[in-house]
């Protein structure tokens, strides 16, 4: 069996931790994060990718969400797909009930894995669609400072990968922009793992057709 994975840039470390000693693996392909705030185009490069390893692998495993426009993506390619049957990364990585549980305790929290720690505002400013800003001689931070007044704390999901004090920094530093309060709390590595696993399920099926 041979299994490729695309996948989004911000969950590169959890997939690559994912992966190791996966010998079956054969195609890895990551894609730059914040595709998703255009959800169609991102379809679409997700589907141009899918078409470049299909004839080289016998199931994809895409490491996204459904990020407003995945959801059905496997009946319009030519080879199976898995993916995690959720709405978004955060979803994935913190598990759906926590996830909710979390945006009950505070309405006004932002998410962020260590991929989003990483990328911290930059992210934060295609989020919003203000990348564009600077042409007009306005400033994309203080704008997202005045759409993000009902944001009150930051929450840093710690998945286990990359330099955990680093990305605390990183974190705290986003949330000192915006003058929220920075939480952490601990991911949940199951749904990537139990996801991936169905990859061997599929091909056996398709195998017996």
């Known amino acids: 069996m041979k299994i490729g994975i695309i996948a989004c840039d911000i969950m590169k470390g959890e997939i690559e931790r994912l992966l190791a000693d996966k010998e079956e693996v054969t195609e890895v392909v990551f894609l730059e994060a914040a595709l998703h705030v255009y959800p169609q185009k991102m379809k679409e490069r997700i589907k141009e990718e899918i078409a470049a390893i299909k004839d080289r692998v016998d199931v994809v495993?895409?490491?996204?969400?459904?990020?407003?426009?995945?959801?059905?993506?496997?009946?319009?390619?030519?080879v199976p797909v898995v993916m995690p049957r959720l709405d978004d990364c955060i979803s994935i990585l913190l598990t759906p009930e926590r996830y909710a549980a979390e945006k009950r305790k505070e309405v006004g929290t932002w998410f962020m894995t260590p991929g989003w720690a990483e990328v911290g505002i930059d992210i934060m400013i295609k989020e919003l669609h203000l990348d564009r800003a600077k042409k007009y001689g306005k400033d994309p931070v203080e704008m997202a400072k005045r759409l993000l007044t009902h944001y009150r704390r930051g929450l840093f999901i710690a998945t286990g990968v990359?330099?955990?004090?680093?990305?605390?920094?990183?974190a705290e530093a986003f949330c000192d922009t915006f003058g929220i309060t920075l939480e952490e709390t601990t991911a949940d590595s199951r749904i990537l793992e139990q996801t991936f696993e169905k990859c061997a399920e599929v091909v056996r099926v398709k195998r017996k057709k």
């Not at 990359?162 to 990183?170: E, I, N, P």
């Open 162 to 170: 990359g330099d955990r004090d680093d990305l605390l920094k990183k």
């Open 61 to 78: 495993f895409l490491g996204y969400g459904f990020c407003q426009s995945l959801q059905g993506i496997e009946n319009e390619v030519d």
